[in-house]
């Protein structure tokens, strides 16, 4: 039965709207952790997007009011739905200096994954507080729930279609000629694309969320057509045949290429401000010593691991897709039909993830990309991993029992193969607790709520140094040709001393290294070093110094490749305001401005990336031949 609107209904709207106004400023409390930057934000630098928040929590409210017809249920899921969200962002920031994005919707495909990688007390908080409003939600229905407002079906059907409508007209927000995107403008909306965090402290974070729901992969690059997709690919057709008359390989299926993402390695004593007292990785940085080797330019900090691994893989650069396309994962390559990538230069391909398949969407990434097995957790009854050995008080599967895994499958071809190994030991957070930990952080740069972490992964990724010296020794022993790509993804979201604006560049250096073991240096199937551009390079550039590494000939695609490699400064996803692009040279000094030769360069290789991911795909069928 229908209830009159009498005053009761008045302090019920007045208690949604309110409630609005509420959850605004939490959400942007979760995103900044600063409230007087919030209040800043809020009542002074950018009123209206916050109201207009607040409008769309407003309707938000509304719809679920029409769905459930109950207002004490209606304001339960309200609150439950937004304190998640905001402790999920909250959480985000402060790992990977970015919020919560659509792209990151993937993930909940993996609930028990997700958890795994939060601090037992902040589970218990949240639960704790979920269950307090879901109980008193239950005891309000019980004895006021007839007092409050019925509503009937044509009010219900308004008001989830104003929230419904809210919601949607968000889809069309990157087009500067929408409706949505001129009313954006008008309440101040500011899309600091290249800088999606900052985009998120200054609109908001949900109104960064809504503005996200529909990327363009890339703009599409000035003079695209067929014709010139031509001339590009006759062009690299002839570096390629300059490039193999000095390379003496062309069957690459026959040789064994192992990519080994090291999840989050990267050396703290790099990090300003960050002080060990002892090297957490010398058989590393030994073996940096005697093979190529440098750092890598890596687009995320404290997440993003499957960007690193999507460039590796395919030799395309994040920085050159649409500013605000987030994850090619899942935003690119389950659109595509046989995306471009290395693995499709073999006859036999693996990958494995010591956790769950699904994250970043990668069982269906791996599916299209040609890989033709897949283990991880998940696969226990089908392709089940050999080896799941943990560390102490860890949870996640030790390297070295990773790096058991890898030698089984190497066992598992009688010739060549491509692996994708992408590890997990020393993913977050770093709250085990390690008996007599060795190593001690200090410095400007480490604060009290950091140390102990700190300290934690540099005996995480020492623990990883030793496995992989092992690890190489074992590839040593085999019988066939095997070079390995070796490349810590991004640096952990542990260094909340250190500003990550003032050192961008060295906050995204990882360390990386190409081995090729015994039995490759003695076959003329992989030389020891390579000495062209190689201190400080990104991982677009892996296969072509894979391939320079194997002395392997090339196609006009991986010709490309090598030309960017060697003559253009090492690029990454900039955070600053203003560009995507950061180049980064040989010194590891930011470069302002390209040569005309790097820009021609560049210039190729942005066409190439727009036909292969959102163009028509002129030179799909010979790039790559």
Known sequence: MQKKFNILGIVQFVFIIASAFLVGFILNYAQTGDIVFSKQIVFQSNLNTYLLTVLILFLIYLGLYGICNRFFYASAIFYVFFAIYAVADRLKVKSRSEPILPSDLSMLKNIKGLLSMVTPKVITIVVVLLVFLIVAA?????????????????????????????????????????????????AGYTNYASNINQSANSNGPMLTFLGNMYVDVMDKPKGYSKQSMEKIVKKYQGVADDINEDRSNNNLSKQTLIFVLSESFANPNRVPGVKLNQNPIPNIENIKQNTTSGLMMSSGYGGGTANMEYMALTGLAMNQFSDSLQSPYTQVVNKQDNPINIANSFKTSAAIHPFHGNFYNRNSVYKNFGIQSFRNLDTAKTEPLKYTDTLPEMEYVSDESAYKDTLWQINQAKGGQFINLVTMQNH?????????????????????????????????????????????????????????????????????????????????????????????????????????????????GFIPLALEQMDQKVTPYYALLTKVQQEVPAMAKSIDEGTNNLYVNQNSKSVDKLTKKQQKIVDDYRMVQYDLTAGKGYSKSVINK
């Open 138 to 186: 239950i005891l309000f229905e019980k004895f006021l729930g007839k007092k409050m407002l019925r509503f009937g079906y044509i009010t219900r059907l308004i008001f989830i279609a104003l929230a419904a409508v809210s919601i949607g007209c968000f889809y069309t927000a990157s087009d500067n000629n929408s409706f949505t995107n001129k009313v954006l403008a008008k």
């Open 428 to 540: 977050m957070p770093y709250t085990n607790n390690y008996t007599n930990n060795p190593f001690k952080a200090s410095g400007s740069g480490v604060s009290d709520t950091s140390r102990t972490q700190i300290e934690n992964f540099a005996k995480d990724i020492n623990i990883t140094d030793n496995s992989t010296k092992n690890f190489l020794a074992e590839l040593d022993n085999i019988k066939k040709p095997i070079t390995v790509v070796w490349y810590g993804d991004h640096l952990p979201g542990i260094y909340d001393g250190v500003d990550i604006y003032k050192y961008n560049v060295e906050e995204h250096q990882t360390d990386y290294f190409i081995y090729s073991n015994k039995y490759a240096r003695e076959h003329g199937q992989g030389t020891t070093k390579l000495n062209k551009a190689t201190k400080v390079t990104d991982p677009n």
